[in-house]
């Protein structure tokens, strides 16, 4: 039976932390809702109210935009372990960009990486956890290297030149705030 608190609780914060991957829901007024697998050391608890994540280079930029038109974000972690859980954190978030006043306290949280994209920070109101019964169970092997050798072959421009093709607009054509200057302008 789902249970409704108003806050992250220290039990909440272990099954978080416990987790490898999580899902990021957003959606802008009217278009399309975005869900999004996240993973890698990505993810912060930062208070009881309060998580941010990193957000690197991908194939769209969907929930940057979505918050330009509708802060409300919702993040997503299912256990796949002993202990059958669904959690999730409802609230708003914002995008920090690289350029932003408070780029270099949020992203200095994670590791440093080349193709860092935004930070979004998200204020929790609401936390829920569910049975998650039907969930199965699910070993987890390690990182996929893929990404890292994606950006390990190409240059600062190449990756920003990237953002532009692919990371400026949504699905639905709306801009996302992503920079688009040169790496380290």
Request: glycine share 8%.
């Amino acid at each position: 039976m789902a249970k409704q608190f108003d806050h992250i609780h220290k039990a909440h914060a272990k099954i978080i932390e416990a987790q490898h991957i999580f899902f990021c829901g957003t959606a802008a007024p009217d278009g399309r809702v975005n869900v999004s697998p996240k993973g890698m050391d990505s993810l912060r608890i930062l208070g009881p109210n309060r998580i941010a994540w990193l957000n690197i280079t991908g194939s769209g930029n969907e929930t940057a935009g979505h918050l330009l038109e509708h802060a409300r974000m919702t993040l997503m972690w299912c256990s796949f372990t002993d202990q059958p859980m669904i959690l999730r954190c409802y609230g708003t978030a914002r995008a920090v960009h690289e350029g932003d006043a408070d780029w270099a306290e949020m992203s200095a949280l994670f590791p440093p990486h080349r193709s860092a994209r935004q930070v979004f920070d998200m204020a929790i109101d609401m936390v829920q956890t569910s049975c998650g019964y039907a969930v199965p169970f699910m070993e987890y092997k390690g990182e996929r290297p893929t990404m890292q050798e994606w950006v390990d072959a190409r240059s600062d421009a190449d990756l920003r030149a990237y953002w532009v093709e692919k990371n400026t607009r949504t699905l639905d054509g709306k801009p996302t705030g992503v920079p688009v200057t040169e790496a380290g302008s």
